[in-house]
T-cell receptor, first 112, second 115 residues
Framework: QQQVKQSPQSLIVQKGGIPIINCAYE??????FPWYQQFPGKGPALLIA?????SEKKEGRFTISFNKSAKQFSLHIMDSQPGDSATYFC???????????FGQGTELSVKP | NAGVTQTPKFQVLKTGQSMTLQCAQD?????MYWYRQDPGMGLRLIYY???????DKGEVPNGYNVSRLNKREFSLRLESAAPSQTSVYFC??????????????FGEGSRLTVL
């Protein structure tokens, strides 16, 4: 069973737009929420991460918003660029054992 | 600066054949993982090894076996391949100590097709 649900499955935006990718989790025993970025033919790589005691984290054009009570978190990409076109995965780490559970992924395309 | 190296990158098997995917990391990480990636399913954990000498099942372990050969190497074996195992397989590693931040370092993947 998928404990982390991600939406949308795909997303197309124009250059300069602000794509938003949403994730929801079911298990309250998660203690760390990273986002991974994957380019075609490559493995995923860590993009940005947040802990549940923080409501927002920003790194450059990428921002994570975290709503602990709703068990939801989202990724916003400001001033998106064609080079941001990739598949994005949210994930949640179980505080027992440290396994990362991934969402289904969102394929983002930023049109020039 | 190799990081996580997987071999082979591509493989085609017939149903019932066996094969082993190899993975090695040169970052002195303690934990290693095998994931499979399928469209619409994201990355699903097959097996992981929190430290040398230990292995544990993930979300989808059926049909697979693993061996943590030493601290650097973690192999995934398909004893009798089935078409449902057609996927892209990723090996990953992490520091996995008490200061574990959750960052996984992935290889570039092994694309397996079972006919």
């Amino acid at each position: 069973q998928q404990q982390v649900k991600q939406s949308p499955q795909s997303l197309i935006v124009q250059k300069g737009g602000i794509p938003i990718i949403n994730c929801a989790y079911e298990n309250t025993a998660f203690d760390y929420f990273p986002w991974y970025q994957q380019f075609p033919g490559k493995g995923p790589a860590l993009l940005i991460a947040i802990r549940p005691d923080v409501s927002e984290k920003k790194e450059g054009r990428f921002t994570i918003s975290f709503n602990k009570s709703a068990k939801q978190f989202s990724l916003h990409i400001m001033d998106s660029q064609p080079g941001d076109s990739a598949t994005y995965f949210c994930a949640a780490r179980a505080n027992q054992g440290g396994k990362l559970i991934f969402g289904q992924g969102t394929e983002l395309s930023v049109k020039p | 600066n190799a990081g996580v190296t997987q071999t082979p990158k591509f493989q085609v098997l017939k149903t019932g054949q066996s094969m082993t995917l190899q993975c090695a990391q040169d970052m002195n990480h303690n934990s290693m993982y095998w994931y499979r990636q399928d469209p619409g399913m994201g990355l699903r954990l097959i097996y992981y090894s929190a430290s040398e000498g230990t292995t544990d099942k993930g979300e989808v372990p059926n049909g697979y076996n693993v061996s943590r050969l030493n601290k650097r190497e973690f192999s995934l074996r398909l004893e009798s391949a089935a078409p449902s195992q057609t996927s892209v397989y990723f090996c990953a590693s992490s520091l996995g100590t008490s200061g574990y931040t959750g960052e996984l370092f992935f290889g570039e993947g092994s694309r397996l097709t079972v006919l």
